[in-house]
T-cell receptor
Framework: SQQGEEDPQALSIQEGENATMNCSYK?????LQWYRQNSGRGLVHLIL?????REKHSGRLRVTLDTSKKSSSLLITASRAADTASYFC?????????????FGQGTTLQVKP | SAVISQKPSRDICQRGTSLTIQCQVD?????MFWYRQQPGQSLTLIAT?????????ESGFVIDKFPISRPNLTFSTLTVSNMSPEDSSIYLC?????????????FGQGTRLTVV
């Protein structure tokens, strides 16, 4: 299967702690994206990292990409209760347009106040 | 960016019936995508809807079960036909086009379908 794999499947932390989620994939990619989903609603785009980039920051988010290991990580620093959600990595590959995405299995994050 | 309106937001349907989900985008886009998210699972691409041509279906999805229309560059529909409880899922539309190459994809809020 080309589906991405994420770990951990579930993560529970206290407010203020950092949360790290990992994503691995099997094929070459054009880019890798991270999305958040609250309570089974629509997806909110968090950050996109291109295949020639190694690290990217956006506010409290830090994403790394290691194409040699075919893996990416999402770090959320100083977590808040509002960060409680499911987080998905997604990637496009080959000649696929960005919108045709393969998703990881997701990490459910619970941040306790 | 793109704003996507998807409706209905949720529905409860009887088995054997069909439901058509609508997706409206606030700008013209080349491609629209339909995804399914089964309970507790990740998203799986159903098909790619191109304006002016037949939709392209992913492995495991067929046109008879999930017919798609794409009458113009801002609108698409997905029909879930002859529904069974196994079709209970969240269905999401997404957009990307040439202007969105190597940029984020945008998603509607999803349609939560329950088949009883």
């Amino acid at each position: 299967s080309q589906q991405g794999e994420e770990d951990p499947q579930a993560l529970s932390i206290q407010e203020g702690e950092n949360a790290t989620m990992n994503c691995s994939y099997k094929t070459s990619i054009n880019n890798l994206q991270w999305y958040r989903q609250n309570s089974g609603r629509g997806l909110v785009h968090l950050i996109l990292i291109r295949s020639n980039e190694r690290e990217k920051h956006s506010g409290r988010l830090r994403v790394t990409l290691d194409t040699s290991k075919k893996s990416s990580s999402l770090l959320i620093t100083a977590s808040r209760a509002a960060d409680t959600a499911s987080y998905f990595c997604a990637f496009s590959h080959g000649s696929s347009n960005t919108g045709k995405l393969i998703f990881g299995q997701g990490t459910t994050l619970q941040v306790k106040p | 960016s793109a704003v996507i309106s998807q409706k209905p937001s949720r529905d409860i349907c009887q088995r054997g019936t069909s439901l058509t989900i609508q997706c409206q985008v606030d700008s013209q886009v080349t491609m629209m995508f339909w995804y399914r998210q089964q309970p507790g699972q990740s998203l799986t691409l159903i098909a790619t809807a191109n304006q002016g041509s037949e939709a392209t279906y992913e492995s495991g999805f067929v046109i008879d079960k999930f017919p798609i229309s794409r009458p113009n560059l801002t609108f698409s529909t997905l029909t879930v036909s002859n529904m069974s409880p196994e079709d209970s899922s969240i269905y999401l539309c997404s957009v990307a086009g040439q202007a969105f190459m190597n940029t984020e994809a945008f998603f509607g809020q999803g349609t939560r379908l329950t088949v009883v």
